[in-house]
T-cell receptor, first 113, second 118 residues
């Protein structure tokens, strides 16, 4: 049957502060991860990705950190802006689904002005 | 370049009715996916396809069927809608899976279809 899901956690930050959004993944065999941003009423949009042979990858104002030992992924957003308010999802390449991306539950980021 | 287009954008069904959601992509992507997103929750993979003529089950396939007769289209069918299928449905496509070029796994999403079953 259908599993019962959890409601999304919320992270509230002050404009200009740095944000850290965390994600735990389940499959130690997953070798590719992506962070997506979903604004209200829209589909998810790609932010940044990382392969399992890397620990860190930086983009414009965003950094993704991967800790394979504890199966943990984080997204750091520098100088958070109101436009960063959205739901953020991590996605992992799950081999049991034929190397397909499967999404985590997501985190709501609210930026206070 | 339209990217990924979903139709319809909104739909209300009565319990037991059937319908088909259409997803079309113009990026020549091999992989296509259907997800559902329930209020305040994450995306769950329903079915996916790795190429024309192929489909496979995801995390929550029960109550849904899919077809990929043409590379650019991925159809999601509900044969007998139930209130538990009230959700927002997202289609996505990607060039390939991991193992090839790094960015080819990036999935591009449609705008979503809001389905209510009463």
């Amino acid at each position: 049957g259908e599993s019962v899901g959890l409601h999304l956690p919320t992270l509230s930050v002050q404009e200009g502060d740095n944000s850290i959004i965390n994600c735990a993944y389940s499959n130690s065999a997953s070798d590719y991860f992506i962070w997506y941003k979903q604004e209200s009423g829209k589909g998810p949009q790609f932010i940044i990705d990382i392969r399992s042979n890397m620990d860190k990858r930086q983009g414009q104002r965003v950094t993704v950190l991967l800790n394979k030992t504890v199966k943990h992924l984080s997204l750091q957003i520098a100088a958070t802006q109101p436009g960063d308010s959205a739901v953020y999802f991590c996605a992992e390449n799950k081999k049991e689904y034929g190397n397909k991306l499967v999404f985590g539950a997501g985190t709501i980021l609210r930026v206070k002005s | 370049n339209a990217g990924v287009t979903q139709t319809p954008k909104f739909r209300v069904l009565k319990t037991g009715q059937s319908m088909t959601l259409l997803c079309a992509q113009d990026m020549n992507h091999e992989y296509m996916y259907w997800y559902r997103q329930d209020p305040g929750m994450g995306l769950r993979l329903i079915h996916y396809s790795v190429g024309e003529g192929t489909t496979a089950k995801g995390e929550v396939p029960d109550g849904y069927n899919v077809s990929r007769l043409k590379k650019q289209n991925f159809l999601l069918g509900l044969e007998s809608a139930a209130p538990s299928q009230t959700s927002v449905y997202f289609c996505a496509s990607s060039y390939s899976g991991p193992g090839r070029r790094f960015k080819d796994t990036e999935a591009f999403f449609g705008q979503g279809t809001r389905l209510t079953v009463v």
